[in-house]
Each structure stands twice: as structure tokens, then as C-alpha cells.
């Protein structure tokens, strides 16, 4: 089983692992402008110029988890890079809300569109099963992308990073941030976000399976709906019934950046860590009294835009089906091999990124 290590990672000895891991180069950086949020992605679609070429004409769909939120567009932004570089056009539909329902809304209208491929980043892990099922019976691909559903609703999952992976290096960051002991909180997404609700089981396996934890009490999860007033009102309730929280871990981009505003605007001393994006984050982020985070992780989200693009090309095309040991090659990321997690078919990118007050301007800068 082939481990694919694409990270942010700029240092020379990463490089020159990645390099002979896979026998090419790997661009960590996104390209600048590539990189920055688009103004309104709700219909990110350009035509494909008519090459003639193997692959082209193909329409993609990527159906993100709600309106509004910056790291949805910065995924469909790559999306919309690797599928157009394969000729292919590229269709984004933001759901009005982070739900379920409003993602079968865009899907069945896609279905009625008669696109090609289907990419999810789903709100739910089995309530978007029927309507997926539509889309497979009209010969549609169908994969997901940041977030799963059930390995029979989909052809493959393009995932960000290990699951446990991402549950250990949060609970240690919860461990590290708490002096090793005394209560945490975790404020997440929705409730039903399948992959917010992985990484939180895998804090919580993590912990149970080492004693080293036993002095660090997980006191509540909340859900701020990936809102920001919502996620806002959590920070604040979860501030004023746990007087002695030492640490937040917010493994949701909108609610660590909600998080840090209200941890930093009242002076609290509770540290906050979990993922998050550089350019949300870079004015809370500091070691210091004066601010609220003093790390974070997340992914390159060019990177897994370009991936999620190549792999729904690639299936669409017709040259991948989804099964564990299929290779494809992801444009500029290099070769990708499809592995089985848990009966699950995969492609990973790689392990998550450590944003520190050092070099998170650095990524902001680059409209990360
Ligand atoms: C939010 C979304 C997304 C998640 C990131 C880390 O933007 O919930 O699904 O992957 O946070």
C-alpha cells in the first residue's frame, strides 16, 4: 500500500523524500493567484476550449457543504484548475445551508443536467445515499471529496489526510496546549458532518488508548453548524459553563476562526487549536498573551482541489474506477494509487500541515 506524501511542507528534506518516493518533483506551493478565494464560486464553470483531445468535454459537478465558506472555495478553485487542464469543464454549487437536504437539492438538479461526474463534500454520511444511487443509475460518477458518505454510495473518496492521523495530532495539540491535563472542549461543524465526525471519533479512540491522556477531560462537543454567529454563540456558551476550559480544538476552518475572534476580543486565556485557515487565522495567531492560537494544522487546498479535479477526471474518463490498486496520475502531483481504508477506497494526500505564528503569513500570503 503506497502512502502518497504531498504536504505544504517547504524544507529540503521533505522535498527530497517526496522526490524519491515518487521519482519527480513536487510543487508544494499553490500558484498565487490560483490560490485565492473566488468572489462568488457558485458558477465557477468555463467553457473547455474544443482541443479535440482525449478526455475533454467532460462536465463536473462539485457540490461543496455550504455557501460562504473560504475553504469550500479554495477547494473548488483547484477543482476547477486540474479538471479544466484536462479539458474538462467544471460546475460548482454551493448549498444554501450546511445540510443534507440542501445538497440533494443541487444533486438532483445535476442529474437532470446529465453532467458526467458528481463530486460531494457531504454534510451527511447516509442521508444523500438515494440520491446518489439516482445519480450512479444515470451513469454518473460519483466520488467525494473532504467529507464521505458510505463506500457504497460512492466510487472513491479523495480524503485530505489520515483520519487517525488527524484525530492524534489534535488531541496532542489538546495535551500540549493544557500543560497535559485539566478540560478541553471541541467545537465543531454540523452535527452530522461525516468528517468532522471521524477526526472527533479519533481524538477520542486516541485518548482512551493511552493512559498519558488520562488527565485531560474532553468536557463537551459543540456544533456551530459551520456559521460563524452560530460557532460565535458556541465559543461564548462553552466559555461561560466551563470556568477552568484551559483548551478549544475547533477541527472546522469557520469555527476556529470564530473561536480565536471571540477567545481574543475577551482576553480569555483559553488556548485554541484545530484547522484553520492562514488568511482567516493570521491576526490570532501568536505565542503570546495577546493572542489566541499558537498553532494550527490544515492541508494544501490547492493541492486537494487539484487532486479531487484529477480524480474525477480520471474517473469520468473512464481510466479509474474506483478499486483499490488503480494508479492514475494527477497532473502536476505526480502518480496516485487508490488504497483500501476499513473496506473504503481511498486517495490520500497527505499528512496535515502544522501553521505556526512563523509561517502563517507566509500561506495567507499566498491566499491560503
Ligand atoms: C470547514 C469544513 C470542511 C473542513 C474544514 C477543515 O471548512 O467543515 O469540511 O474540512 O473546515
Not at 467529507?147 to 485530505?160: H, T, W
Not at 462553552?238 to 475547533?250: E, F, M, S, T
Not at 486565556?269 to 503570546?288: F, I, N, R
Request: hydrophobic share 45%; charged share 20%; with cysteine.
Amino acid at each position: 500500500m503506497k502512502k502518497k506524501v504531498i504536504s505544504l511542507v517547504l524544507s529540503a528534506v521533505m522535498a527530497a523524500g517526496m522526490m524519491a518516493g515518487c521519482g519527480q518533483a513536487q510543487q508544494a506551493a499553490p500558484a498565487a493567484d490560483a490560490a485565492a478565494p473566488a468572489a462568488d464560486s457558485t458558477e465557477a464553470a468555463a467553457p473547455a476550449a474544443d482541443t479535440g483531445s482525449a478526455g475533454g468535454g467532460k462536465t463536473i459537478a462539485l457540490v461543496t457543504k455550504s455557501a460562504g465558506n473560504a475553504f469550500m472555495e479554495l477547494l473548488a478553485n483547484g477543482v476547477k484548475e486540474a479538471v479544466e487542464a484536462a479539458g474538462g469543464t467544471l460546475i460548482v454549487k454551493d448549498p444554501s445551508a450546511a445540510t443534507a437536504d440542501a445538497q440533494i437539492t443541487e444533486i438532483s438538479s445535476l442529474i437532470s443536467q446529465g453532467v458526467d461526474a458528481i463530486i460531494v463534500s457531504a454534510n451527511d454520511e447516509n442521508a444523500l445515499s438515494a440520491v446518489l444511487n439516482e445519480a450512479k443509475d444515470a451513469g454518473i460518477k460519483v466520488l467525494t471529496a473532504d467529507s464521505d458518505v458510505a463506500a457504497a454510495d460512492r466510487a472513491v473518496f479523495v480524503n485530505q489526510a489520515d483520519v487517525n492521523l488527524i484525530g492524534q495530532t489534535l488531541l496532542d495539540a489538546a495535551y500540549d496546549l493544557a500543560g497535559g491535563s485539566g478540560q478541553y472542549a471541541i467545537l465543531s461543524a454540523t452535527s452530522q458532518a461525516t468528517n468532522q465526525n471521524a477526526w472527533i471519533d479519533a481524538m477520542k479512540a486516541a485518548q482512551e488508548a493511552d493512559p498519558k491522556y488520562a488527565e485531560l477531560e474532553l468536557v463537551e462537543v459543540a456544533y456551530g453548524d459551520d456559521e460563524p454567529q452560530k460557532s460565535t454563540d458556541q465559543t461564548q456558551a462553552l466559555l461561560q459553563n466551563y470556568p477552568d476550559l484551559k483548551v478549544i480544538v475547533a477541527p472546522t476552518t469557520v469555527g476556529i476562526a470564530a473561536a480565536a475572534k471571540v477567545l481574543q476580543d475577551q482576553g480569555s486565556s483559553v488556548k485554541l487549536t484545530g484547522l484553520g485557515l492562514p488568511s482567516e487565522m493570521q491576526e490570532y495567531m501568536g505565542t503570546d498573551d495577546a493572542h489566541s492560537c499558537p498553532y494550527m494544522y490544515l492541508w494544501n487546498m490547492i493541492e486537494l482541489g487539484n487532486l479531487t479535479g484529477s480524480t474525477a477526471m480520471a474517473l469520468a474518463n473512464g481510466d479509474i474506477t474506483g478499486a483499490a490498486g488503480e494508479k492514475f496520475t494527477a497532473g502536476d502531483l505526480g502518480d496516485y494509487e487508490i488504497v483500501d481504508v476499513n473496506g473504503a477506497t481511498q486517495v490520500v494526500l497527505g499528512p496535515p500541515f502544522q501553521f505556526t505564528p512563523e509561517n502563517v503569513k507566509e500561506w495567507a500570503d499566498k491566499g491560503m
